[in-house]
């Protein structure tokens, strides 16, 4: 038994934007939001979960080793921000807080 096609399956058309922004803020803009300034200097534990839970992560993931790295290059890549791996590895090594505040002040302006 034969059915007949009587109409054709329409494809979604996604629009995708190659335009890439730059971070809100730099690494060394720490005093740029105080109360993230100063979470980040003395609690950067606390800043780190409270990160993960705005970004939509569970607010354990900084725990885990590299999660933050992968924080950094999810959040370049969804809001496409440009940058490398490379430099997203040396932020989080040579000035891991400074870049732990950035990250949370990109989140703050985004949300």
Same mark, same amino acid.
């Given at each position: 038994?034969?059915?007949?096609?009587?109409?054709?399956?329409?494809?979604?058309?996604?629009?995708?934007?190659?335009?890439?922004?730059?971070?809100?803020?730099?690494?060394?803009?720490?005093?740029?939001?105080?109360?993230?300034? @100063? +979470?980040?200097?003395?609690?950067?534990?606390?800043?780190? =979960? &409270? #990160? *993960?839970?705005?970004?939509?992560?569970?607010?354990?993931?900084?725990?885990?080793?590299?999660?933050?790295?992968?924080?950094?290059?999810?959040?370049?890549?969804?809001?496409?921000?440009?940058?490398?791996?490379?430099?997203?590895? @040396? +932020?989080?090594?040579?000035?891991?807080?400074?870049?732990? =505040? &950035? #990250? *949370?002040?990109?989140?703050?302006?985004?949300?």
């Amino acid at each position: 038994m034969a059915h007949t096609i009587t109409s054709q399956p329409q494809g979604t058309q996604a629009y995708y934007s190659n335009q890439r922004t730059t971070w809100n803020s730099e690494v060394m803009d720490c005093c740029e939001d105080m109360s993230i300034c @100063l +979470c980040g200097a003395f609690v950067p534990c606390i800043l780190a =979960c &409270q #990160m *993960a839970q705005d970004y939509g992560e569970c607010c354990c993931l900084p725990m885990l080793p590299g999660t933050l790295l992968a924080m950094r290059t999810g959040m370049r890549e969804r809001y496409h921000i440009e940058g490398t791996i490379c430099n997203d590895f @040396l +932020c989080m090594c040579c000035c891991g807080p400074c870049t732990l =505040c &950035q #990250m *949370a002040r990109e989140l703050k302006v985004r949300q």
